[in-house]
């Protein structure tokens, strides 16, 4: 195997001073880091999630997840910083509730907003069941009269 940099990082300048992560293996840029705060990158986003990474590791009640959906208000928007002005739809963090803000209250994680929908979605599945049984019940019900 040839004996090169894996990777090359490079800086542009001028109005192209975009930080590109060049990968000589892919001979792609993986990732780009724009003046205006836009990353882009060519493969998955993962983040953290193992439980050797988290503590006080508790259950979301369905409670806490209903009154947090109920209070996330989604908008339409537009970056001041992306020269492009490309719409986007999410939260303003001052205005989401305390369970899915960061401390700073400047930003959320995406993945904590995933958490509350799935939550709610597994109780709407729930209600959606018993519903169901409810309904045919008494549809046999009718059917044998």
Partial sequence: MANFAFWDIAVGSGNNSVMNFFSNLTNNNVMSLNPNGNVSISGTLIQGSSKKLKENI???S???ALETLKDLNPVKFKYKADTEKTHHIGFI???VPEL???PDRQGLSSMDIVGILTKVVQEQQKTIL???DKVKALEDKNVKR
Avoid: G, I, N, R
Wanted: proline content about 0%; charged content about 35%.
């Fill in 58 to 60: 508790a259950e979301l």
């Fill in 62 to 64: 369905s409670k806490e």
């Fill in 93 to 95: 963090a001052e205005d």
């Fill in 100 to 102: 899915v803000a960061t």
């Fill in 130 to 132: 018993a519903l169901s």
